[in-house]
């Protein structure tokens, strides 16, 4: 059942505030005296992060909460995902309920410098778009004029589209919910003519509808959605590990390390980066505050970026979602990661 | 008189040790505000999160689906956060009004002789009291958005009212300001002429009469301006429809919701009001010679309502307060408007501070009119 969360997210924050402040860097010792990463995750965003009847975790998210644990507790499986909805997520971090939040939010200045939190990277660069029922014939964003358009609270989303419209002399009329699930059982049901939020959201809404060919994505991507996992603020090394697990998972697919094959890899490969990258020569993980095979275990325990995406979004998944953009700098992408040197 | 002044010595000095012990209790509450407040806006900035009040003059950059005056996406918050103040008023004033007629309605039919108006009453009021108001209000709205047609083959009374998807649209007057001054002026001459003539001829029921024939004149009038000035009738204009007013499926679905289980509650207090009164007064009231709807109307009623009054006070304090369960179907009231400011700009204390603010301010006012009202129905009986 969705319930509102802000409330009570709010009153921790206050909570937390009323509280003595807290020391920073110590972020690090309480996750290794936890024995447990607790990380923030979306309550259903499929191919990012879905539960399923098991209670099992999947998601490019999820996975990056996995690399973070592998690198940090050395075992990808100490994880204890927090389910937030859009709202409650930063409230959440701010107020220390999780380590890392690995939600498909949106990096952006507001965010960044007013919320007491810190983006570490982008892990899936996206686009807001629109979805619309075939049946209304519908085959440009320029055509919805007077149009009600269902749209999620707390999201970048709700801003973006007042300023579309705005920007194109046009009108509508907006239907906020405060979860996605909310919002697709009105959308389906055809409260409104247009759903609208980030690209990878609508093809994953699409999988849910009772028949995926009755909507269409319409072409026009109208924002920047570049989204990531993001961290408290004032705990830099803490900020760095997180940092540098997003861009292990990224270099790791540059250098053609995957899951099944680091274990030959490392007793083979003597390229010097390579080698590097995998513990066998140099110690980077000293510089981080963990061991020397900090980045190995990512690779091992959950698999480059690539094969993340693959498993997770990839044409063999519901969600059937292209590389597009989010390919390496190599093969025409924007995944680039500084060197792990 | 040596020992009278001593009394009243003593009496002075026990008040002024009152005073002192409520005023440093009163000082020592102050200091812990003080400190929490303090402690809040120094931990906020350690933490570099921003604070203060100063964001509502920024413009809020997000669309409002209701409104009730005008607002785009260009206007401060704290206009926006007044759009969400009218919509939060304009349903709990509706829910209150419905409420009441339906509960009293039904807390009076509850007693009736006849089996199947009381089981009926009885069976509405168990429905919609013991299931969660969340719940009722999910089923409502989800039976409007999936049962009713689109907007384009909507449900149409002969052009004056459309149901759909998009809610229900109603046919008014052309010149809507004028026509609903003639519509007001109307309900008020009903009204005065109806209570008169009730004074006249009849001996109870005098307020009741009055609310009728004020409703029938404002109805009429209605009818006459929309006659004479030509009705803006609804219609589809590409995906939206246009002209005539318009209530949202998200309004219909908290208006009805919060009517109906406020209602439920109203008619238990209607009911334990009249079956608190005592057997006597019906007997009496029915050896005069009256009727047994007169007994209700001249004898029990008024007497009920007097013991109905308080309970009933909390009642619409609760439906104001539950009115902000809005956000689960989508409707823009104050706590949903909240809610997106809290994620554009973060600044959740700030916001929820606001919230807690309204929402007190509309009690209080509650509770001020609600004891007025118990002081002139507890009057001695003339």
């Known amino acids: ?341 | 008189m040596g020992g009278d002044a001593a009394w009243r010595a003593r009496q002075r000095a026990k008040r002024r040790r009152d005073w002192l012990i409520q005023g440093a209790g009163a000082l020592v509450l102050l200091a812990l505000a003080f400190l929490l407040a303090r402690n809040v806006h120094e931990n906020l900035g350690a933490r570099q999160i921003k604070s203060g009040f100063d964001f509502l003059r920024d413009p809020a950059g997000f669309n409002i689906g209701e409104l009730l005056f005008d607002y785009s996406s260009r206007d401060s918050y704290l206009r926006a956060f007044a759009v969400g103040m009218s919509n939060t008023l304009r349903v709990a004033l509706a829910g209150i009004v419905l409420a009441s007629v339906l509960g009293v309605g039904i807390g009076l039919l509850r007693l009736s002789r006849h089996p199947l108006v009381a089981g009926l009453c009885a069976a509405f009021v168990e429905v919609f009291r013991n299931v969660p108001l969340l719940i009722q209000l999910l089923a409502i709205y989800l039976l409007i958005t999936e049962l009713l047609p689109g907007s384009s083959d909507a449900l149409s009374l002969e052009g004056f009212a459309l149901l759909s998807k998009e809610g229900l649209q109603v046919a008014v007057p052309e010149s809507l300001g004028p026509s609903l001054l003639a519509v007001l002026a109307a309900f008020a001459a009903g009204a005065a002429l109806g209570y008169a003539a009730a004074k006249r001829w009849l001996e109870v029921g005098a307020g009741l009469v009055a609310l009728a024939a004020g409703g029938a004149a404002a109805i009429v009038a209605f009818l006459l301006a929309g006659a004479v000035a030509g009705w803006s009738r609804p219609v589809l204009d590409g995906f939206l429809i246009s002209g005539g007013a318009s209530l949202t499926p998200e309004f219909l679905a908290l208006w009805l919701g919060l009517s109906l289980f406020t209602a439920a509650s109203i008619a238990e207090i209607v009911r334990a009001g009249a079956l608190a009164v005592p057997e006597g007064q019906w007997h009496a009231a029915l050896a005069l010679g009256m009727t047994r709807r007169q007994a209700i109307a001249g004898a029990i009623f008024p007497q009920a309502l007097r013991l109905a009054v308080p309970p009933l006070a909390s009642q619409y304090m609760n439906l104001i307060k539950n009115s902000s369960l809005a956000v689960v179907i989508g409707y823009p009231d104050l706590v949903s408007i909240g809610n997106t400011s809290i994620n554009q700009n973060g600044q959740a204390l700030e916001v929820i501070l606001i919230i807690m603010a309204v929402y007190l301010s509309l009690n209080l006012v509650v509770a001020l009119v609600m004891s007025a009202v118990n002081a002139r129905v507890t009057r001695a009986p003339r």
């Open chain 1, 1 to 341: 059942m969705p319930m509102r969360h802000t409330i009570p997210a709010a009153l921790a924050v206050a909570a937390a505030a009323v509280a003595l402040p807290a020391h920073a860097g110590k972020t690090l010792d309480a996750v290794k005296a936890r024995g447990q990463l607790v990380c923030g995750v979306n309550t259903s965003g499929p191919g990012f992060s879905n539960a399923d009847s098991q209670g099992k975790w999947t998601g490019l998210d999820v996975d990056f909460c996995r690399a973070v644990a592998a690198a940090v507790l050395n075992d990808a499986s100490k994880v204890k995902f927090v389910p937030l909805n859009s709202q409650q997520r930063f409230t959440s971090l701010q107020a220390g309920e999780i380590d890392v939040l690995s939600r498909n939010s949106t990096w952006t200045l507001t965010r960044d410098a007013s919320l007491g939190v810190v983006f570490a990277g982008i892990n899936y660069f996206d686009g807001q778009g629109f979805m619309v029922p075939k049946k209304l014939k519908i085959d440009s964003a320029k055509k919805m004029n007077g149009a009600t358009v269902c749209v999620q609270a707390g999201t970048t989303s709700e801003k973006n589209v007042a300023d579309y419209f705005g920007a194109n002399g046009m009108k509508y009329k907006p239907v906020v919910f405060d979860t996605a699930e909310a919002i697709t059982s009105a959308f389906f049901a055809g409260r409104c003519q247009v759903y609208t939020t980030d690209m990878s959201d609508l093809a994953g809404a699409r999988t849910k509808a009772p028949n995926a060919d009755d909507y269409v994505i319409l072409p026009q991507v109208i924002s920047k959605e570049p989204l990531g996992p993001s961290v408290r603020r004032g705990d830099d090394e803490w900020f760095q590990i997180v940092r540098w697990t997003l861009y292990a998972m990224i270099d790791a697919e540059e250098n053609g390390l995957t899951q099944a094959n680091v274990d030959q890899q490392k007793a083979t490969n003597k390229d010097p980066g390579v080698q590097r990258f995998l513990g066998v020569s140099e110690d980077t993980g000293k510089l981080l505050g963990l061991d020397k095979e900090w980045a190995y275990r990512i690779v091992k325990q959950v698999g480059n970026y690539g094969e993340s995406f693959e498993r997770n979004l990839g044409p063999n998944t519901p969600v059937k979602l292209p590389r597009g953009v989010n390919n390496l700098w190599t093969k025409g992408g924007l995944m680039y990661a500084p060197p792990i040197r």
